[in-house]
């Protein structure tokens, strides 16, 4: 097996302390830092496990036995972690995702409650796009400020292979509907499926191009409710490019890529198709870790400095025990604090998380 180096960040915090000398202590001001010196400005949010489909790489046919209502946080619980994050810890950009969100009742109000924070977040979803069309204007008025909309094919019958479910239909009008309610730029989600995946990339790019939506692929990643994931049957960044490009004119983007996952291409205009840019991103073949400025909340109040943290700080557990403002800022840092330095899926001894991709969040 290939070991791939996670490129490390410069900076790392705590290698000048003396072979067996304790940690140093979490800071307890100042940005959400970890011992490599990354800072976490992002916070995806997890409101739900729960999803109304079943993609093979996620999720079993039959589902999955859902959070019971009362682990889950209230919107009062939510809301004043989104303030301690926002105006404590120096959280400047809030994602929401599930499961999927858009089965939350109280997202609307969730979201408005975010954009009253002050400073104010910029608030970003992430949704497989069911009931997005009646929804759309709605959220923008709340103050939703974009959208990532999962789609993994362009084709009915791959669609409902990959979901388990016969509803591109719907999905394409929720991309339709936040277009017209001016949640720019619509980016749009997909994760390959290894039978037709290269062949959806292209169709997918073609349609992104010619609605103005911006295309992300995404490797696909273990996290999968089976832990059935296997190296070789993921579709990397570099066969997706060299698909691409057999179609498309690429060209490699010259903005600087800073903290963001996705390497991006700029797409030349053609006879068939306007211009516009696609990304990959590259999370098992070119990890991104070193540059990571992400902290992570689950549905049940659990903070995960990773994706694939085998271990989760209980802010829930806090919350309902009174805890002040100060006691769960403090909970947030030390978690943070300890966030490894890669994911190590491409090391001998990865060990998959015990929780799938649907109850962590995107």
């Known amino acids: 097996m290939t070991v791939t180096a996670l490129g490390l960040p410069a900076v790392h915090r705590s290698s000048d ?83 999927e969100p858009l089965v939350t009742r109280h997202l609307e109000d969730v979201v408005t409650a975010a954009a009253a924070l002050q400073p104010r977040p910029e608030i970003t979803l992430t949704t497989n796009g069911i009931g997005l069309a009646r929804r759309a204007a709605g959220l923008k008025r709340a103050g939703l400020d974009r959208i990532n909309v999962s789609l993994d094919s362009i084709d009915a019958a791959h669609f409902a292979r990959i979901t388990r479910r016969d509803r591109l239909a719907d999905v394409l009008d929720g991309l339709a509907a936040a277009k017209a309610a001016g949640l720019d730029p619509v980016k749009v989600n997909a994760v390959l499926d290894p ?40 579709i990397d960044a570099d066969t997706i490019l060299a698909a691409l490009g057999r179609h498309f004119d690429l060209r490699p983007d010259q903005k600087p890529r800073g903290s963001a996952p996705a390497e991006l291409w700029q797409v030349a205009a053609s006879a068939a198709h306007p211009a516009g840019t696609v990304g990959v991103i590259a999370s ?3 990890a991104f870790c070193s540059a990571c400025d992400r902290t992570r909340l689950t549905a049940d109040g659990q903070i995960r400095s990773c994706l694939f943290s085998t271990e989760e700080s209980d802010l829930r557990a806090l919350l309902r025990s009174d805890a002040d403002d100060a006691a769960i800022e403090m909970a947030w840092r030390k978690a943070m604090w300890a966030k490894p330095a890669g994911h190590g899926i491409n090391n001998p001894d990865f060990v998959q998380p015990m929780r799938p991709m649907s109850a962590i969040g995107g």
Not at 37 to 65: F, I, Q, W
Request: with cysteine.
């Open 17 to 99: 302390r003396a072979i067996g000398a304790p940690p140093e202590p979490a800071p307890t001001t100042g940005p959400l830092v970890d011992t490599y010196g990354r800072v976490a400005t992002d916070l995806r949010v997890s409101l739900t496990d729960k999803c109304n489909l079943r993609c093979t790489y996620c999720m079993p046919a039959e589902g999955l036995d859902w959070l019971p209502g009362q682990a889950l946080l209230s919107a009062d619980e939510l809301n004043r972690l989104l303030r301690i994050a926002v105006t404590r810890l120096g959280i400047t950009s809030v994602r929401f995702t599930g499961g």
């Open 195 to 234: 039978v037709s995946g290269l062949e959806d990339a292209v169709q997918l790019l073609g349609y992104c191009l010619d609605h103005g939506y911006q295309l992300r692929i995404i490797e696909q990643m273990p996290l999968d409710a089976g832990h059935t994931w296997q190296r070789g049957s993921v």
């Open 284 to 286: 098992v073949s070119h």
